[in-house]
Every structure is written in structure tokens, then in C-alpha cells.
């Protein structure tokens, strides 16, 4: 079985496209649970120089050129994300560029809002990448960044591609490190943490952690009832929201 890591994997053939058709289903999780989350954690950016780490087709960019962000840089992996975003946002101050993120340069206090949607269980050191963000963070500046909840990742080796995850039973949860499962029809290999890291990693970066959240589905967010009911077994996502603290 061919297996790949986050930065080449959705630039295989049939995956990008699989991803694209997932994303714009009904009730995809990422629009009804993760979504609303990570926008209402993101507040008033009018004016603010933003990073979005993992930028995918550029869904978070559109938005934040909607709320009159005044500048934008988007950095993903995948060369089809990026030609996407790149269709998808033109606006002056916005830009995209190709980049893995364990590789990332961030410019020192460059930005007031750092963003990244579901991209560090692709990465198996994340204190070193947080680090680079706390220090192009300024003062007071926020970093929010969602992950699959380690629910999830704890068991995806196990898991049967395709399934609905119903009944699933948490095992070896605190074993950290990589779990392949074959996901859009190809094999990709994820990072499982445990909460307690994520936040730890945070602390030992420097942020002081100012919320989380497991995905809680909100029933409004919905077109079926049934979906709703289903997402309530299972977290999806963890969510964190994380502030640079002024210099005392």
C-alpha cells in the first residue's frame, strides 16, 4: 500500500477531486460543525494582516476578504489547493504560495491573525512549527487552529475505509505517533496526539490559551435531523484559540 504524508497527498490523482465532491455535500461536517466554530473564534478582522497555514482552495481567504482583512497569505502543500485558491480570491493584498509546513519561514511579528483548518495531525512536531507562529504573532495577536479530535485519530488505523464510525471504541488513546487509513481513495498517514499535547505544545510555545472546543454540532447548522442526531455521537474536531500575550 502506497502511503502518503499531508503535503503530497491530496495531489494525487482522483483525490483532490474525491475532497472537492465531499466538501460541497450537504452536511459535510467541515461546513456545519467546524466552520461556524472557527468564524465565530475569528471575530472582527477588518485591518488585520492574517496567515492562513494549509489555505486548502482558498474557502478561509474568501471569507476573510469578505470581513475587509487587509492583507492575506496562504500557504498549502498541495500545488492543486494552491491553483485553486489562486482562481478562486483575487484581491490586492492576497496572496497564496506553495509550502510544507514543517519547512515554514514566518516573519518575525508580521501578522495579527495566524489561521490553520485541519492541518497539524498531518504534522508530527508541532512545538517547533507553533514556536515559528508565536514568533510572527504581534503582541496580542491570535492564533486559532483546528485538528480531527484525537478521538478520531486515536483509531484510524483500525478503521474500515468508508465507515460511518458508528460504535467505535476508543483504544490506545494515549500511544502517540502515526496512523495510515485509506481515506479518498488513497492511504495517508496522520499524526494522533492527545489533547493534553496540543495544549501543552501551546503553553511551552508561550500562548496563553483562551478557548476549545470539541465540535460540538449546533442543530441549526443542519438540514437533517438525522445527520444532526448521528454527529452527536462522536467528536469530530478539536478547536483551539490561543493569544500572543503582551510583552510585560
Known sequence: MNTTKGQSFYDQ?????QYVQHRAKSDNPNAVIETPIVRAMVGEVKGKDCLDIGCGYGAMASYLREKEAASYLGIDPSAKMIGAARE???????????????????ETEQYDLVISRLV??????ITMVFQKIFAGLRSNGVFI??????????????????????GWKVGAYFKEGP????????AVTKYHKTIDSYFAALRQSGFLVQDLREGRP???NFTNESE?????????YLIFKALKPERS
Open 13 to 17: 490523482t482522483g483525490v483532490f477531486e
Open 88 to 106: 478562486k480570491v483575487v484581491q490586492q493584498g492576497f496572496r497564496f504560495e506553495l509550502g510544507q509546513v514543517e519547512e515554514l519561514a514566518i
Open 120 to 125: 497539524f495531525h498531518y504534522v508530527a512536531d
Open 145 to 166: 487552529f483546528s485538528v480531527e479530535h484525537p478521538v478520531m485519530t486515536a483509531l484510524m488505523d483500525k478503521a474500515k475505509a468508508g465507515s460511518k464510525k458508528e
Open 179 to 186: 496512523r495510515t487509513h485509506r481515506w479518498m481513495g488513497a
Open 218 to 220: 449546533e442543530e441549526q
Open 228 to 236: 444532526y442526531v448521528r454527529r452527536l455521537e462522536l467528536p469530530r
